[in-house]
């Protein structure tokens, strides 16, 4: 008993320093650019990870995730009617209100919806910026010749900017460090398969997004392992997030530019009871389930296909993310689907048509929530979060 109770204060510590991360590596960042350290801003998980971190720089997330000030500052720029993930990235940059942004040395954007090119293109008269050509096909034969060159040429800019070779032995080492952050990110998303999980969606979240804060990879995967333990040892030991025979439902969450609307959406969902079980797209669990090869010849043809395959939904067509899609919800036994978009994000606003489809085939209920960052939603998204869950609860009844 002694011993779970050790366990359960443990896991907390290190779930607090995740949570904290991003916080706390604000001072990191600063001290690291005075001692001369590369910092590389970036937005996106088309950002090639493992050629930043071979050339033995930091990468730092620059995705805006609040309203208030950079919204309305970015506003005056560009038009309110634009995705708030992309308004308050240029916001906080424009207005200096974020740290990395500042400190980057260089910020690398990815062509991937209009509204982001569009910005980099502002962005580039404020930061030093390298912009990133993503092909929209997912189809190796048409594509992965393109996007490997544009890989090949971050490398070089990256080489030629800061005098640092990257060479073969440095990027398989940086395939195998992020490799194993992916294998964890998907151990993570399996605890949500136990029944009850072992883990809640908050805190996938939580971990998740300390990918980009936790600067010291190789602390943040020895933390990471002891977490996983931890939680698979408290959930034997009947000391999960959920009692043994509490029977939560199991939510699969869908869509992109979550991480500005957690407390209205996410947090709500858990609050009301049920487990968010798993995510679904460009974080979710398909994208850390599939590594970079580490066996192949050449590095950076194994990045570029590892990462023509994120299921984004600026790929077009998307069959590959809609199959993948009918496995998790048969994986994870979901009872219901929410997909969550943000205000004017056309590629996974018109995409949840497509979700909903498949939920309906495999008779999952499904709930489209639209919102975007600012005040005034949260009551209208709970009730109508309240009333999904109550009809999924009622389902289960029958
Ligand atoms: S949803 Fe698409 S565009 Fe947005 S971060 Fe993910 S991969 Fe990039
Ligand atoms: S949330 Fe949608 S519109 Fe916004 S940056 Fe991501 S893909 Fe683009």
Known sequence: MENIESNIAQLQEILTEFADAKKDCTLFVKNAAERGDIIIGSFCQYAPMEVINAAGMYNVLLCGFNYDPPIPLAETELPSNLCPLIKSSY???????????????????????????KMYE????????????LPNI?????????????????????????????TDEKLRKAIAVQNIERSQMAQLYELGKLDPPAATGLQMRSVLVSEYF????????????????????????????????ERPLRILVSG?????????????IEELGAAIVCYEGCCGIMNMRRPVDESAEDPITAIAEKYLEVPCAVM?????????????????????????????????????KAIGDICAEKGVPFLHVRTDYSPG????????????IEMLESNRGR
């Not at 200096?96 to 090119?117: H, N, Q, R, Y």
Request: proline fraction near 4%; aromatic fraction near 8%; glycine fraction near 6%.
């Open 138 to 166: 997912p189809d190796k034969k048409r594509s992965l010749e393109a996007w490997r060159e544009e890989i090949l040429r971050f490398k070089e800019a990256l080489e030629a900017q800061f005098h640092v070779e990257i």
């Open 214 to 245: 936790m600067m010291d990879k190789q602390e943040k995967i020895r933390k990471t392992e002891r977490m996983l333990q931890l939680m698979r040892e408290n959930w034997a030991a009947g000391k999960g997030p959920y009692a043994p025979d």
């Open 91 to 117: 916001g906080n940059i424009l207005g200096k209100t974020c740290p990395f942004a500042f400190f980057s040395d260089l910020i690398v954007g990815e062509t991937t919806c209009d509204g982001k090119k």
């Open 377 to 388: 939603d949260e009551g209208q998204i709970r009730t109508r979060l309240e009333a999904f």
């Open 316 to 352: 077009s067509p998307n069959h590959s993310r809609f199959e993948q899609l009918k496995d998790t919800l048969d994986e994870w036994r979901v009872d219901g689907v929410i997909s969550i978009t943000v205000h004017a994000c056309n590629p996974f606003d018109i995409e949840s």
């Open 256 to 268: 992109a530019g979550l991480d500005g609307v957690v407390n209205k959406t996410l947090a709500v």
């Open 122 to 133: 502002m962005l580039a008269e404020l930061k030093g910026m390298h912009v990133i050509h």
